[in-house]
């Protein structure tokens, strides 16, 4: 699966880059991509809570505790590799921001909307029935040959009711919105946006982009 693309949109320069989340070895490829393409400027796919809790602890580490699924999903993913935490691409992304003075923002909706959109899509039998589905995905055997082939599997079986399948979408169209509102008042003209695989062809659709390629 193809996970890197360039574009030209509104006449910027941007380069999409679908990471694996969890996996080290993706600070190596951001890298990469960073001193080949040369941004003026990065767009990350997390919230602007999400940012500034990078920030608070790249200024000040702190224990993380991932969440049951966010468990499962490393031990799956060690697989292909060493995974981390934070999310090692957004730790370089802010390592890469330093070093070349190039500024962040944030392209997912704000918690509150975040919060506001799941409690008007989920009903508690919604939160049962993930609930109970944990089990079954430690259980499961992906038999898949490349993360990437893992993360989009992974993403259908965590979002196989509708209200989380539509609670993503929401997402996807949330961060196409913002890409195209900074592509218009940024002066920047190339742009890195890194978002997780997942969401990613889901943002290049409400962009109107893969079809040009």
């Keep these: 699966m193809q996970r890197i693309l360039r574009y030209e949109f509104k006449g910027k320069n941007l380069l999409f880059f679908g990471t694996i989340k969890g996996l080290v070895k993706e600070r190596a490829l951001l890298r990469k991509l960073t001193a080949e393409f040369e941004p003026e400027l990065l767009l990350l796919g997390i919230s ?5 809790g990078l920030r ?3 200024a ?3 224990d993380i505790y991932p969440d ?3 468990v499962i999903y490393g031990l799956k993913l060690e697989k292909f590799g060493e995974v981390g935490l934070p999310v090692p691409t ?3 992304a802010f390592a890469l921001s330093k ?3 190039i500024e962040m923002l944030p392209l997912d909706m704000p918690e509150k909307k975040y919060s506001d959109l799941y409690l008007k899509k989920v009903e508690f039998y919604h939160i049962l029935l993930s609930n109970m589905r944990k089990k079954r995905l430690a259980k499961k055997k992906f038999n ?3 993360p990437e082939e893992f993360v989009m599997m992974w993403d259908a079986e965590v979002n196989k009711l509708a209200p989380f399948r539509e609670i993503e979408r929401e997402r996807e169209k949330y961060m196409a919105k913002r890409i195209r509102d900074i592509v218009a008042q940024r002066e920047e003209r190339k742009i890195l946006v890194i978002v997780e695989l997942e969401r990613l062809y889901g ?3 409400d962009l109107n982009l893969l079809h040009t390629k």
């Excluded at 602007?48 to 500034?52: A, D, Q, V, Y």
């Design 48 to 52: 602007p809570e999400e940012l500034e």
């Design 56 to 58: 608070s602890y790249l």
């Design 60 to 62: 000040k580490p702190f």
């Design 68 to 70: 049951e699924y966010e």
């Design 90 to 92: 957004y730790l370089e």
């Design 99 to 101: 070093e070349r003075n």
């Design 144 to 146: 898949v040959k490349t």
């Design 203 to 205: 943002v290049l659709r």
